[in-house]
């Protein structure tokens, strides 16, 4: 049982490149989430899909898309990587929603853009 | 100001010493989470609270929804303690994460 699994655990990138960040969950939760950490900052919400086939805007989604691409996987696209989207990023998930039920967390992906 | 504000950013403690963490926010919540994460990176669940106080081994989390503040207390703290602890306030399908408080105890 994996729970929450993120791939790649480290990424470095040239400014422009493109690049996918996957996260797959095995605990049949409806809502999945991407979260940057930087430094002295709290995590900060990018994009969410509440169920299979949605996904919204949080805080902080310009520069990244995302594909809920079955109720498993959930993933982060970067188009045109910028030095100011090296980060570490998290995909957690909850069974319902973040307002009532305990998050899970991936191990992240520290992303670094040069 | 960030609307999760968490106090100390660092703690240093003696082994067995009583830790207490404090949260405080400014935005209407369903429900709060304090978080732990381990240097190696990985975030772990320790609580989710809207009301009261819960318990779990040498954890304990309270929340007062009135004034807007929640604490996180380690009885008899472990060097294996060492950790970040984040709160985190969920409203509306988001959730707004203090910066952390970096624990560290010291055998």
């Known amino acids: 049982n994996a729970g929450v699994t993120q791939t790649p655990k480290f990424q470095v990138l040239k400014t422009g490149q493109s690049m996918t960040l996957q996260c797959a969950q095995d605990?049949?939760?409806?809502?999945m989430y991407w979260y940057r950490q930087d430094p002295g900052m709290g995590l900060r919400l990018i994009y969410y899909?509440?169920?299979?086939?949605?996904?919204d805007k949080g805080e902080v989604p310009n520069g990244y898309n995302v594909s809920r691409l079955n109720k498993r996987e959930f993933s982060l696209r970067l188009e045109s990587a910028a030095p100011s989207q090296t980060s570490v990023y998290f995909c957690?998930?909850?069974?319902?929603?973040?307002?009532?039920?305990?998050?899970?967390f991936g191990q992240g992906t520290r992303l670094t853009v040069v | 100001k960030n609307e999760v504000e968490q106090s100390p950013q660092n703690l240093t403690a003696q082994e067995g010493e009583f830790i207490t963490i404090n949260c405080s926010y400014s935005?209407?919540?369903?429900?709060l989470h304090w978080l732990q994460q381990h240097p190696g990176g990985g975030i772990v669940s320790l609580f989710m609270?809207?009301?009261g106080k819960k318990k779990h081994g040498r954890l304990i989390a309270t929340i007062n929804i009135q004034e807007k503040h929640s604490s996180l207390h380690i009885t008899a703290s472990h060097p294996r303690d060492s950790a970040v602890y984040i709160c985190?306030?969920?409203?509306?399908?988001?959730?707004?994460f203090g910066a952390g408080t970096r624990l560290t105890v010291k055998p």
């Open positions: 899909s509440a169920s299979e086939g949605t996904t």
């Open positions: 605990m049949n939760h409806n809502s």
């Open positions: 609270l809207s009301s």
């Open positions: 957690a998930t909850t069974s319902l929603s973040i307002m009532n039920t305990e998050a899970f």
């Open positions: 985190a306030v969920a409203d509306n399908n988001d959730m707004r």
């Open positions: 935005v209407g919540i369903s429900a």
